[in-house]
């Protein structure tokens, strides 16, 4: 039986909802959401399995989410460009996600720039419509799009609602190539649960601070023991400064507290597994601006170096 099966990668600039959009295609929460731009830092990669239907043939769509676009100021910011352009490299279609509330601006443009040498097809994805009073407001806006690439198709969708979802998907797949599956059927994500934990964490702390702090801050789990029917975990969260810490902690150290307990019952859910969860704060100053701090981030180095198999 013929199948498809393909790389689509969803750009767009901070907050639109890509990784909202990621999570509702995949039905499982792989990647974190909040409200603050800059939330993802590395590529997410989420897998959909479509069953053969009088349209289409089966169809593995490997989705990959992204951080957002923008002018990077930092070792940090200029990394989460790398992960952009190396999720980019050989897909087979491309999602811009925007958010209708938005007008285009300099880092739509830049993203599409990004795309120049790609051959893949590129969807333009207009994300929120259930913010949207009216659809006709949505045909201006697509209008300034459409004087800024040629898309192979605009679909416009609600992540958050999930509507336009399943007409998003048909599309997409229709674009991939004849080729067997990639991954398995049971397989969801690459991500290794030991680093969905750290992000897990850190999206609490995203949540429960602000100004500055959620952008200066950063999870690194420093052990992950699997019992039988529990898990024990150690994890870090950097900050930048002392008085972050403070914070982080609070008083009595009531912040963290905080923060452990509602980071905790989401890695529960995650592992299906009672967990216990030692949080420590430590301090690393500019670590944002730390290349090779940065670098120890990234759980693909981190695995290697778990496996023995790093320099
Ligand atoms: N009303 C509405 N809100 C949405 C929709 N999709 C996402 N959001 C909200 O938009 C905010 C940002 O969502 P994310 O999925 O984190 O956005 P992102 O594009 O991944 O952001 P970065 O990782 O920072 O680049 C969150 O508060 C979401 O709940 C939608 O369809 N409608
Ligand atoms: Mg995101």
Known sequence: MPSRSGFVCIIGRPNAGKSTLLNALVGEKLAIISPKPQTTRNRIVGIVNLPKSKTQDPTQIILIDTPGVHKPDSSLG?????????ALEGCNAVLLLIDVAQKPDARDKFALRMLKDSRAEVFLVLNKIDLLKGKDKLLPLIEDYKDL???????????????????????????????????????????????????????????ETAEELPYATTVIV???????????????????????????????????????????LQIEKMLGTRVFLELFV???????????????????????HLTGSGR
Not at 78 to 86: H, S
Not at 198 to 205: H, T
Request: with cysteine; aromatic share 6%.
């Open 282 to 304: 430590k301090v690393h100053p500019n670590w944002r601006q730390s290349r090779d701090f940065v670098e120890e981030l990234d759980w693909r180095r981190q695995l290697e």
């Open 149 to 207: 690439h040629q898309f192979h198709d605009i679909i416009p969708v609600s992540a958050l609602k999930n509507d336009g979802l399943d007409t998003l998907l048909e599309r997409i797949a229709l674009a991939l190539p004849v080729a067997p599956p990639y991954f398995p059927k049971d397989q969801m994500t690459d991500q290794p649960t030991r680093f969905m934990a750290a992000e897990m964490i850190r999206e609490r702390v995203l949540i």
């Open 222 to 264: 420093d052990s992950f023991e699997e019992e039988l029917k529990l898990t024990r975990i150690a994890a870090t969260i950097y900050c930048e400064r002392e008085g972050q810490k403070g914070i982080l902690i609070g008083k009595k150290g009531q912040m963290l507290k905080k923060i452990g307990t509602s980071a905790r």
């Open 78 to 86: 200029r990394k989460m460009l790398v992960e952009i352009r190396e």
